[in-house]
């Protein structure tokens, strides 16, 4: 049981990272980003492909891939959201366009890892021998890969609960309207916002590394989990995200050991689904 | 302080503003008076760079504002509240408050300025965690001027401040204007409610069907037979 509670932490940390980074792209520059997963892939690659041909740690490697992951979404942004945010008149239009548009993304960065990595699963062997925590044996890599996505979350949460530029992140999720009003440019946050997204998404793809086993088609599942516990937690709440990606991995880990392995993506849907009946604004939303 | 010569602004096919041109001098408070849809809010977000012009100029401190963007405006001294009044209803008083010193210009004077404001408007003191968007329409008035004032401004544009309020409520909001222009602060003020406005204004200008009709010092207008018929006749005259 302690077993299952500690392993279902770890990966409810690293879906409640990736969750973290979709939210930001969709509170603030308003873009759902549909191949948010395959950006978590190329950080992932790139850990197994440096560790495998030069040797170099994952926990090195996570100073690179993570400001690589935000320069990626800062050129994405301008190149290729810019243009639709510029021309979109409303907020629909933007949602629907920018579905479309990472929609084709995901293929062809698909394509891009398939060409280049193949399509077997793929997986490392980094610090896998195990530690005692509280009686229980757990490989130190998971430890370290949950050890990120709490710094990484802890350090986000605080920034925009009380930092001068948290504030403006979230005056320009709020209400993007009055923000130019203060000063503040808002094409500007919401670049600021979709890269930081991407850091996120790169963060968390340096913890599947860590301890997943992974393929280049795999990319949509993250996505998926990360969107359903966005909604869970109440679209733009980022403790909400946080605390529902703790409990999708708690439940998967728990239907896994006790039920089947085999159920847990129906598991994840199936609390996707009544969530969404029953309280559509998610869990800890606003009414 | 600010000039603006032949402005004119159009809704697709619609004029708004068919070549106004307007003065205010710095430390003046300028209104600007019209009935509804005379366009005077076209004006003021033209002004603000909030809507695009179809042609004349604006310039500010001697420099043409042709697209110079909101955000980019409110960093040279210029702060609107518009009418609805643009705050964040989901953040508290004290968040409005604090973006309003975003700006780079107004950071180092922040807290000075949230004294005043809080002077100004006591309430707001009383009120600091409040969620915005749940006060009264007046104190959001409040929320909104003091964020514009947050930002350290040169010239502060009000979009019908008294708009939608209890005539009590009105009243507190003059008399902060009042407080506001004895601070030498530059005002340029859209109202309806010419009485009260041509009481505080230096000078006013009369605006109707995007056309200036009228202007001088707001001493003689108050006398002026044809403005007395026009908007402090009647009804107005006794909102106040
Ligand atoms: N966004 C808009 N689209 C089309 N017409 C508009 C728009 N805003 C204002 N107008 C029209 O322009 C005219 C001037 O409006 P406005 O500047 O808001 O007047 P005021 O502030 O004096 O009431 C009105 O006839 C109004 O209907
Ligand atoms: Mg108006």
Request: charged share 15%; hydrophobic share 55%; aromatic share 6%.
């Given at each position: 049981m ?16 990736l ?5 930001l792209?969709?509170g ?10 395959e ?28 400001p690589?992951?935000y320069a ?28 479309l ?50 710094v990484a ?22 209400t ?20 930081l ?46 605390i ?34 029953w ?9 | ?28 408070m300028?209104?600007i008076?019209?009935a509804n ?34 955000h ?9 509240v ?17 973006l ?24 707001l ?9 749940t ?36 009243k ?6 009042k ?31 995007g ?8 001493a ?8 007395v ?5 009647g ?6």
């Amino acid at each position: 049981m302690l077993t299952t509670l500690i392993l279902g932490l770890v990966l409810g940390g690293t879906y409640a990272l990736l969750a973290l980074g979709l939210t930001l792209q969709y509170g603030i520059a308003r873009i759902m980003n549909l191949a948010y997963g395959e950006l978590t892939l190329i950080a992932a690659f790139v850990v197994v492909a440096a560790f495998q041909a030069a040797g170099i740690p994952p926990l090195a490697a996570l100073i690179a891939v993570v400001p690589a992951g935000y320069a990626l979404g800062w050129v994405l942004y301008t190149v290729m959201m810019r243009p639709l945010v510029a021309r979109s008149e409303s907020r629909g239009r933007l949602e629907i366009d920018s579905i479309l548009a990472t929609f084709g993304l995901l293929f062809l960065i698909q394509g891009v890892l398939l060409v280049s990595f193949g399509a077997n699963f793929t997986s490392i062997s980094y610090l896998d021998r195990g530690v005692n925590v509280f009686g229980v044996s757990v490989a130190l890599n998971r430890l370290i890969a949950f050890g990120i996505c709490v710094v990484a979350a802890g350090a986000l949460i605080w920034a925009l609960a009380r930092t001068r530029w948290g504030l403006v992140m979230r005056a320009v999720a709020l209400t993007p309207g009055s923000a130019p009003l203060v000063g503040i440019d808002v094409n500007r946050v919401a670049r600021q916002g979709f890269a930081l997204g991407t850091a996120l998404a790169a963060a968390g793809g340096v913890s599947v590394a860590m301890y997943q086993t992974f393929s280049a088609t795999g990319g949509v599942v993250f996505t998926m989990k990360a969107l359903v516990i966005v909604i869970m937690g109440g679209v733009g709440n980022v403790a909400g995200a946080l605390i529902a990606g703790l409990a999708l991995g708690l439940i998967e880990t728990f239907v896994s050991t006790t039920i089947d392995p085999g159920l847990t993506m129906a598991a994840t849907f199936l609390i996707f689904l009544i969530v969404l009946l029953w309280r559509p604004q998610g869990l800890f939303g606003r009414g | 302080m600010l000039e603006v010569r032949d402005l004119r602004v159009r809704y697709g096919k619609h004029v708004a503003l068919e070549g106004v041109s307007l003065k205010v001098g710095a430390g003046q408070m300028v209104a600007i008076l019209g009935a509804n849809g005379a366009g005077k809010s076209s004006l003021l977000n033209a002004i603000a760079g909030r809507i695009p012009t179809q042609g004349g100029d604006i310039a500010f401190e001697g420099q043409s504002l042709a697209d110079v963007p909101t955000h980019a405006l409110v960093e040279r001294g210029i702060a609107i509240v518009p009418e609805g009044r643009g705050i964040f209803p989901a953040l508290t008083v004290a968040d409005n408050l604090s973006l309003g010193a975003i700006p780079e210009r107004a950071r180092a004077s922040a807290d000075g300025m949230r004294a005043d404001v809080f002077e100004l408007f006591p309430r707001l003191a009383e009120r600091r965690a409040q969620i915005a968007g749940t006060m009264s329409g007046g104190e959001q008035q409040m929320v909104a001027i003091g964020r514009a004032l947050m930002s350290a401004p040169k010239l502060l544009l009000l979009d019908e401040p008294s708009l939608g309020l209890a005539p009590i409520v009105a009243k507190e909001v003059f008399a902060a204007l009042k407080r506001i222009r004895d601070t030498g602060l530059t005002v340029l003020v859209v109202e309806q409610n010419a009485r009260a406005t041509l009481a505080l204004a230096d000078f006013a200008y009369l605006v109707e069907a995007g056309r200036v009709t009228g202007s001088g010092p707001a001493a003689e207008l108050r006398s002026d037979p044809a403005v007395v018929r026009a908007f402090l006749g009647g009804a107005m005259a006794s909102e106040t």
